[in-house]
């Protein structure tokens, strides 16, 4: 099971690192910029059975498109 | 204009009506490859074919390792190295920058190298000399197959030829007739898989140029926006250049002369010199039949199965099908099996043909991303993969051709005890080793295969009684890392590493080179039983 408790040591700064890290960039860019951010997460996981729940988890709270 | 000239093999009149034991019909590289098999083995070998020369362009140009184990089982070996461009590196480019290089082959101590790349018209005339050679083969050029009834009993077969319709019958056939395979049709076999739009480009240009023979593979380079290129190198000078067009090329439009070489320049340099020796536009798709038996009918190559050219899995999965199937259907022709082990074909192929299935189309999806999703992403693998190595694992240029291994194989004894990976397990393809035998240098696996299961027995003189490897229902090999009489010399211990082998360690391997079982300590009795169970002479027994 994935956690889904809170375990960040800084919300808020998250937040506000992730909002800027999209500063400027076109839609394209910022879309490449997510992806490279959520593959460097995964490499951090290591385990892809653990990436696929987060994948599931993901996608079943999103609106329908 | 093509430099090289294509043999014409002559029609020599109309196939004799009557009864043959084994026709394969296409003789292409697949058809021939397991025709030369089964005749090396023993076997008489009719060979049909609609055409009287070779390959037409250089097509399947990149032989594995595997397949070059596998020639050179078949005696072709040698002449392929001598002739082929070897390489084991390949790089990949992004943009304008090259982005990483991989090593396919790390490791020394190996006879061939992970690919050598030759045209296919070269591999089909050697094997046609070779065929040939054996007077075991009657090739039958200009022979159309026009009519298949397939039954219980043998194939039932119409040949159209210059001098008009043939009857013949075969007990066995075996379709090598490619992706468009009249037997297929004829016996109204439906492919399922996957159809690609995208439309791709083939130039293979003669040009003088000093490069290293690696695979080169580009991303979106400058000079071919938005699309994928690959360039490998062949024999005689001569380049093979692929460009992705994407779905709505016209394929006729991009052959024009003018165009392709506008595109080669564009590549090459405006001052490079090059002459264009051949051009194809192609599309292609990831898919097989059902079962790739059919009573007395064998499909093999891309009558089976095709996949997309990333990997290079066409030509290699089908020499691995000729390869697979040659020995069993040899002991079913001689009685040393029944027709149990002909299944074993289906059980063994059909999940190697998956496998390449899903690498090939794996790989189309990263080469060709689908949606803007997949072009982020693949976009930001290709970004992230020059300054953190965890990405280059995730770029997927074409997962390049490996022998399967036949993992789940009904033939498969599996082990009793523990083995230190990656050393062959039962259904893999036993893996090579540098040894000396009377002096000189030699490869082992030049020792295993043929006809019969050979018996790798490792330890020195006094390991084995005389009594015991008397009782051997199989010929023994012996691998010894002391220099001694008729055994096979492991002077550098590679061989006992690559096998996790001791002393009295055993290893039975079929005909076709895999592994059928092994064990710790030599039991003639094991040997027996595991020998019946990879003939499918009889069932597991735990």
């Known amino acids: 099971m994935i956690h889904t408790e809170a375990r960040l040591t800084d919300p808020d700064g998250l937040f506000e690192a992730l909002i800027a890290s999209h500063r400027d960039l076109t839609p394209e860019a910022s879309r490449r910029l997510d992806a490279r951010i959520i593959l460097l997460l995964a490499n951090q996981i290591g385990d892809v059975s653990v990436v696929r729940e987060v994948i599931a988890a993901a996608a079943r709270v999103g609106a329908p498109a | ?542």
């Open chain 2, 1 to 542: 204009m093509p430099t090289h000239a294509y043999p014409r093999f002559a029609y020599d009149g109309p196939v004799a009506p009557g009864r043959y034991e084994v026709a394969v019909v296409g003789g292409g590289l697949v058809g021939l490859t397991v025709a030369l098999d089964l005749a090396r083995r023993g076997a008489r070998v009719l060979l049909l074919d609609e055409d009287q020369t070779v390959s037409q362009g250089s097509r399947a140009i990149c032989f594995a390792k595997r397949s070059l184990e596998i020639y050179d089982r078949l005696g072709l070996g040698a002449r392929i190295l001598a002739k082929g461009v070897m390489w084991n590196r390949g790089t990949v480019f992004f943009q304008h920058r090259a982005v990483y290089s991989f090593d396919l082959l790390p490791e020394e101590g190996h006879c061939f190298p992970a690919f050598v790349n030759l045209q296919q018209y070269y591999a089909e005339e050697w094997l046609t000399e070779a065929c040939r050679a054996t007077g075991l083969v009657e090739l039958r050029w200009r022979h159309r197959v026009s009519g298949v009834q397939n039954g219980a009993e043998g194939v039932v077969l119409t040949v159209d030829t210059p001098d008009g319709a043939v009857r013949i019958e075969a007990d066995w056939l075996l379709a090598c007739d490619g992706a468009r395979s009249l037997i297929g049709e004829a016996l109204g076999l439906p492919f399922s898989g996957q159809v690609f739009r995208d439309r791709f480009l083939i130039v293979d240009v003669v040009m003088e140029r000093d490069m290293p023979a690696e695979r080169r593979f580009w991303f979106n380079p400058p000079f071919h926006p938005g699309g994928s290129v690959l360039l490998h190198r062949q024999p005689d000078n001569i380049w093979r250049i692929d460009f992705q067009l994407g779905p709505d090329a016209d394929p006729e439009a991009e052959k024009a002369p003018g165009r392709v070489r506008a595109r080669v320049a564009a590549m090459l340099g405006k001052d490079a010199r090059f002459e264009i020796e051949w051009v194809s536009a192609y599309t292609f798709r990831c898919r097989r039949l059902a079962k790739f038996r059919h009573e007395r009918i064998f499909f093999l190559g891309d009558a089976a199965h095709q996949v997309s050219p990333f990997g290079a899995r066409g030509g290699n999965g089908g020499v691995q099908d000729a390869d697979n199937l040659g020995w069993k259907l040899h002991a079913v022709l001689t009685g040393s099996a029944g027709e149990a082990l002909l299944d074993s074909y289906d059980a063994e192929r059909i999940p190697a043909s998956d496998e390449n299935i899903e690498a090939s189309t794996r790989s189309t999806e990263f080469i060709t991303p689908k949606g803007e999703a997949a072009r982020a992403y693949r976009d930001a693998v290709l970004e992230l993969s020059e300054a953190y190595p965890f990405a280059r694992a995730l770029v997927n240029s074409g997962r390049l051709s490996r022998p399967a291994i036949l993992t789940e194989s009904p033939l498969n004894t599996p082990d009793d005890a523990a083995w230190a990976a990656p050393s062959p397990a039962p259904g893999s393809v036993a893996i090579d080793a540098p040894v000396r035998i009377d002096g000189r240098d030699d490869w082992l696996l030049r020792h295993l295969g043929g006809n019969g299961f050979g018996l790798l027995l490792f330890g020195g003189a006094g390991d084995f009684r005389d009594a015991e490897l008397a009782r051997l229902p199989v010929r023994p090999v012996l691998v010894s890392n002391t220099r001694s009489d008729g055994a096979l010399w492991d002077y550098s211990g590679v061989a006992a590493a690559r096998y996790d082998a001791r002393p009295r360690t055993a290893i039975l391997l079929r005909p076709d080179q895999h592994v059928a079982a092994r064990w710790r300590c030599l039991d003639p009795e094991a040997v027996a039983t595991a020998r019946r169970r990879a003939l499918a002479l009889e069932a597991c027994s735990e």
